[in-house]
Nanobody, 121 residues
Framework: QVQLVESGGGLVQPGGSLRLSCEAS????????MNWYRQAPGKQRELVAT???????NYADSVKGRFTISRDNAKNTVYLQMNSLKPEDTAVYYC???????????????WGQGTQVTVSS
């Protein structure tokens, strides 16, 4: 099993910055892709950013140029640097990883508990 623990959420003013972290732990495992999703009340959960095992990245159009996803494989951690934040970025942000546990040949998807990001004056 893989457990994901998120941190870094909070309240920031428009134009401010925030850095989210998500650390994976558990038995021996290998991680493929790592993702950040977000969901606001009454809206669908949307994919914000993806980083592959080869460190390739993809971003939603709404955050491109403002957010940066990165990973530290030695720490099994993925980050989301959020700059120039807008009120529209307000949502619960969820970390997601696709990983293979050493005792299994199956790829499985794991989710963090979610962390609230609020952008307001």
């Amino acid at each position: 099993q893989v457990q994901l623990v998120e941190s870094g959420g909070g309240l920031v003013q428009p134009g401010g910055s925030l850095r989210l972290s998500c650390e994976a732990s558990g038995n021996g495992f290998s991680i493929n892709d790592m993702n950040w999703y977000r969901q606001a009340p009454g809206k669908q959960r949307e994919l914000v950013a993806t980083i592959t095992s080869g460190a390739g990245t993809n971003y939603a159009d709404s955050v491109k140029g403002r957010f940066t996803i990165s990973r530290d494989n030695a720490k099994n951690t993925v980050y989301l640097q959020m700059n120039s934040l807008k009120p529209e970025d307000t949502a619960v942000y969820y970390c997601n990883v696709v990983a293979r546990v050493r005792t299994s040949f199956l790829l499985q998807s794991y989710w963090g508990q979610g962390t609230q990001v609020t952008v307001s004056s």
